[in-house]
């Protein structure tokens, strides 16, 4: 607050014209990101617990604006999905993921990239036929690639999203359940999704080592995806008293700045082939 005189004071806030500006320039923008080669994939590494080799990566989308700079995921996913535009960024997305991953898998013990899938994207009747004729463009089986869609997109449409899952994991993908523990997915839904990870949501690994509820959260979580035949990853992943609470508990992988941060391309190269992490 700035004190202007006598009891009089002015607040600063982005005015309703101000962010509705920034709002319009990035959704006109957004048209040509993808033209204009202002898009680009960064990579996380997501490694073994036993032995820390990075088995796979998830892909996440950066959009460097010319004057804006870059702007983050949580800010253009959501107009890019009221606008419909996800549908040519998710495509663009995938291809580019399948290129990487064609190439990657030549490297001893990485197994895929992760692809983050938008509910509408999986909502669109053709997303089947359209992922895999893009993958048909770059040559990469579906087995290269695993499809990350969160616990709360999934739960609003279940049993069309059931189907839509099924197929998948018929043509080849791996599937996982991205922010889980953060919906209300009831135990009888989620035993009949086609799920092969359950990925803990970093509010209860970012707990788990300070607070003993967290702690039992995920260690409930680890021994459910256990018995119906999944495995675990731990995302956000931060410091060692984290990880030896998710050790202690049988957790499959890990994913956070622990380990990396999400990088370029080509330093997530370096790292893949001098497997130097920790
Ligand atoms: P998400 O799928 O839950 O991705 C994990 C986010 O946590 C990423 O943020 C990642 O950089 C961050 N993260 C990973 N490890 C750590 C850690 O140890 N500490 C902290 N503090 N953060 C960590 P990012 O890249 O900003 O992405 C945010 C969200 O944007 C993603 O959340 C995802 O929902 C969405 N997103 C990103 N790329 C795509 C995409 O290609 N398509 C779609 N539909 N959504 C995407
Ligand atoms: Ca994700
Ligand atoms: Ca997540
Ligand atoms: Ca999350």
């Given amino acids: 607050a700035k004190r202007e005189g006598k009891n009089t004071y002015y607040f600063y806030q982005p005015s309703l014209s101000e962010s509705a500006t920034r709002r319009y320039t990035l959704e006109t923008d957004l048209k040509s990101a993808i033209q204009n080669g202002q898009m680009s994939l960064y990579y996380q590494p997501k490694v073994c617990a036993k032995n820390s080799v990075i088995m796979?990566?998830?892909?996440?989308?950066?959009?460097?604006?010319?004057?804006?700079?870059?702007i983050s995921p949580c800010e253009f996913i959501p107009i890019a999905e009221q606008t419909g535009q996800i549908i040519a960024i998710g495509n663009w997305v995938i291809k580019e993921a399948s290129m990487q991953a064609l190439?990657?898998?030549?490297?001893?013990h990485f197994e895929r990239i992760a692809v983050n899938v938008s509910a509408i994207q999986l909502a669109q009747?053709?997303?089947i036929e359209q992922t895999l004729a893009t993958l048909n463009e770059t040559g990469c089986p579906p087995s290269l690639i695993e499809i990350e869609q969160t616990e709360s997109a999934l739960m609003d449409k279940m049993q069309e999203n059931i189907q839509v899952l099924s197929a998948l994991k018929q043509a080849g993908f791996t599937l996982s359940l991205d922010d889980f523990g953060t919906a209300y997915s009831s135990l009888s839904q989620l035993s009949q999704l086609p799920i092969d990870v359950l990925k803990i949501d970093k509010s209860f690994v970012d707990n788990c080592a300070t607070c003993e509820r967290a702690h039992m959260v995920v260690k409930t979580i680890i021994q459910l995806a256990n018995n119906l035949g999944m495995h675990t990853i731990a995302e956000g992943v931060e410091t060692q008293a984290q990880l030896d609470v998710l050790n202690s508990e049988g957790c499959y992988m890990y994913q956070g700045y622990y380990f990396a941060k999400p990088l370029p391309q080509n330093e997530f190269e370096q790292v893949l082939e001098s497997q130097s992490l920790v």
């Avoid at 796979?56 to 870059?70: D, I, K, T, V």
């Fill in 125 to 127: 009747d053709d997303f």
């Fill in 103 to 108: 190439k990657w898998q030549q490297v001893a």
């Fill in 56 to 70: 796979s990566a998830e892909a996440l989308l950066r959009w460097h604006h010319p004057s804006l700079g870059f």
